[in-house]
């Protein structure tokens, strides 16, 4: 590949007096405070537009809101590219658990339906709860048991990759044994009462997300009066009911509703304008929150990072691409728009990067490339950037975001940037990384406090480094 023939030659030539120059002055970023502008630009979009769902007008009035800021720096260019787009409205939903010992025995429990969810009709849909721990658990109990109930997946949060799976697929799975309905524990760690939606397989049945309480107290519930049928003598036991759920959602989706965009900048290569280094982060949040963390946070770095490239006075070699791309939360269109739009130049990225895991203490990048490419950016990552993070490099062996992942199965190598996890600061790969971040993403939390404005320009600046070393030579 391209990009494995460059970086082999890039360790040394970038060692150039004048780009180590303008490489130190990319990292003067990481420490002035006196910079807030990415978090507050962010800020401002935010508090301004609100959420960023793909389809909703919103995301439009955001995307025309980042338009006229790229007009303020004549360095860059911008365009809109179409992407043709689903819509889905959440509309109004709501969910009750009944416990006749309460006064009033409806019980209202915060919920978010899953995105593309069908809706359960203005009536709502009320059954049982049986509360599943896994795919296996369902099958044992099969048809006979589940037909006409309500599914909870209440696995205990293990990661993303483990437990997404039942928000995911559940309601496909569930509805096979004849479920009426489908309820998710919310796919994270922590919880103060806190729902966190995220996308499924369409189903015939709806699904929506509970919080970890609300999902241990149906289980606790359901565990008690199964004891009760055993034991009909266990105290309290005519007080143990089968947990029931009212369901409410007016979802309503609509197929290729709508011509939207992605958001494309570019600052010219001075000497080989014509090969490509991308920078990106999603543009879409969900219709919850404002997508702070997910993902203005990474769109926006990638952004900062190429303003900053943009005031150096040296532009570098190749042209550094930012992109902020549509429709990642539900059907990655803003992927696959792009690369049908530039099939013909998908040879000529020499490197995709995207940061779309929470933009705390910047780590480095997860890699998907040649071992040669991955033990020449260990090195470039040790040299410039280990005094001030992001230099770490880990080989992974597929991709490591969604919206880079096309450009990766047509040879461009892929970097993941991540941060340390916003609370341990444990490092990815590990799965404690990502603890901090899974407590707000897909939530009415994910608003601008989840970002700090320190970090948030610390991780522009790793970002422009490597942007900079790996388009320049
Ligand atoms: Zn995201």
């Given at each position: 590949?391209?990009?494995?023939?460059?970086?082999?030659e890039?360790?040394e030539?970038?060692?150039?007096?004048?780009?180590?120059?303008?490489?130190?002055?990319?990292i003067?970023?990481?420490e002035?405070?006196?910079?807030t502008?990415?978090?507050?630009?962010l800020?401002?979009?935010t508090?301004?537009y609100?959420?960023?769902?793909t389809?909703?007008?919103?995301?439009?009035r955001?995307?025309s809101?980042?338009?006229?800021d790229?007009?303020?720096?004549p360095?860059?260019?911008?365009?809109e590219?179409?992407?043709?787009?689903?819509?889905?409205?959440?509309?109004a939903?709501?969910a009750?658990?009944?416990?006749?010992?309460?006064?009033?025995?409806?019980i209202?429990?915060?919920?978010?339906?899953?995105?593309?969810?069908?809706?359960t009709?203005?009536e709502?849909?009320?059954?049982?709860?049986?509360?599943?721990?896994?795919?296996?658990?369902?099958?044992k109990?099969?048809?006979?048991?589940i037909?006409?109930?309500?599914?909870?997946?209440?696995?205990?949060?293990?990661?993303?990759?483990?437990?997404?799976k039942?928000?995911i697929?559940g309601p496909l799975?569930?509805?096979?044994?004849?479920?009426?309905?489908?309820?998710?524990q919310?796919i994270?760690?922590?919880?103060?009462?806190?729902?966190?939606?995220g996308?499924?397989?369409?189903?015939s049945i709806?699904s929506?997300?509970?919080?970890?309480?609300?999902s241990?107290?149906?289980?606790?519930?359901?565990?008690?009066?199964?004891?009760?049928?055993?034991n009909?003598?266990?105290p309290?036991?005519d007080?143990?009911?089968?947990p029931?759920?009212k369901?409410?959602?007016?979802?309503?989706?609509?197929?290729?509703?709508?011509?939207s965009?992605n958001?494309?900048?570019?600052l010219?290569g001075?000497?080989?304008?014509?090969?490509?280094?991308?920078?990106?982060?999603?543009?879409?949040?969900?219709?919850?929150?404002?997508?702070?963390?997910?993902d203005?946070?990474g769109?926006f770095?990638?952004?900062g990072?190429l303003?900053?490239?943009?005031?150096l006075?040296?532009?570098p070699?190749?042209?550094?691409?930012?992109?902020?791309?549509n429709n990642?939360?539900?059907?990655?269109r803003g992927?696959?728009a792009?690369?049908?739009?530039h099939?013909d130049e998908?040879?000529?990225?020499?490197?995709?990067m995207?940061?779309d895991?929470?933009n705390?203490?910047?780590w480095g990048?997860q890699?998907?490339?040649?071992?040669?490419?991955?033990?020449n950016?260990?090195?470039?990552?040790?040299r410039?950037l280990?005094?001030?993070?992001?230099?770490?490099v880990?080989?992974?062996?597929h991709?490591?975001?969604?919206?880079?992942?096309?450009l990766?199965?047509?040879?461009?190598?892929?970097?993941?940037f991540?941060?340390?996890d916003k609370?341990?600061?444990a490092?990815?790969?590990?799965?404690?990384?990502?603890?901090?971040?899974y407590?707000?993403?897909?939530?009415h939390a994910?608003?601008m406090?989840?970002?700090?404005?320190?970090?948030?320009?610390a991780?522009?600046?790793a970002?422009?480094?490597?942007?900079?070393i790996?388009?320049n030579?």
């Amino acid at each position: 590949m391209l990009g494995n023939i460059v970086l082999k030659e890039n360790a040394e030539t970038v060692a150039k007096a004048s780009s180590v120059e303008m490489i130190n002055t990319l990292i003067e970023n990481v420490e002035n405070k006196d910079d807030t502008s990415i978090w507050d630009s962010l800020a401002e979009m935010t508090d301004l537009y609100g959420h960023r769902m793909t389809g909703h007008v919103q995301y439009d009035r955001s995307v025309s809101w980042v338009m006229d800021d790229v007009k303020l720096h004549p360095e860059l260019t911008a365009w809109e590219e179409p992407v043709t787009v689903n819509i889905w409205n959440r509309n109004a939903e709501y969910a009750k658990l009944y416990i006749p010992t309460r006064s009033p025995p409806e019980i209202d429990i915060p919920m978010l339906g899953s995105g593309q969810s069908i809706g359960t009709g203005p009536e709502g849909i009320e059954a049982d709860v049986i509360p599943v721990k896994t795919f296996e658990d369902l099958e044992k109990l099969g048809s006979s048991k589940i037909t006409g109930n309500m599914v909870l997946f209440c696995a205990d949060f293990v990661s993303y990759a483990e437990n997404a799976k039942y928000r995911i697929s559940g309601p496909l799975i569930a509805e096979k044994y004849g479920a009426v309905a489908v309820l998710v524990q919310s796919i994270t760690g922590y919880s103060l009462m806190t729902p966190h939606t995220g996308a499924m397989y369409l189903s015939s049945i709806p699904s929506a997300s509970i919080t970890i309480e609300d999902s241990k107290l149906i289980e606790r519930m359901y565990t008690r009066y199964i004891k009760a049928q055993k034991n009909p003598s266990i105290p309290n036991s005519d007080k143990f009911v089968k947990p029931r759920v009212k369901l409410v959602m007016n979802a309503e989706s609509f197929e290729n509703a709508k011509v939207s965009s992605n958001i494309i900048i570019d600052l010219k290569g001075s000497e080989k304008p014509d090969e490509i280094v991308l920078l990106s982060g999603h543009f879409d949040s969900w219709d919850v929150g404002v997508g702070a963390l997910d993902d203005g946070g990474g769109a926006f770095s990638g952004y900062g990072a190429l303003k900053m490239i943009a005031n150096l006075p040296i532009r570098p070699s190749r042209t550094i691409r930012v992109i902020m791309w549509n429709n990642e939360e539900t059907l990655f269109r803003g992927m696959h728009a792009y690369v049908e739009a530039h099939k013909d130049e998908i040879k000529k990225h020499v490197f995709a990067m995207e940061s779309d895991m929470g933009n705390f203490n910047p780590w480095g990048m997860q890699v998907m490339g040649s071992d040669d490419m991955i033990s020449n950016l260990k090195d470039l990552g040790k040299r410039y950037l280990s005094n001030v993070g992001g230099g770490n490099v880990t080989k992974i062996d597929h991709s490591p975001t969604n919206d880079i992942s096309a450009l990766g199965e047509m040879g461009v190598t892929l970097g993941g940037f991540e941060s340390l996890d916003k609370y341990s600061q444990a490092s990815p790969p590990s799965v404690e990384a990502n603890e901090g971040y899974y407590r707000f993403y897909h939530s009415h939390a994910d608003r601008m406090e989840a970002l700090d404005k320190d970090q948030l320009r610390a991780n522009a600046a790793a970002i422009a480094v490597w942007a900079y070393i790996i388009a320049n030579q």
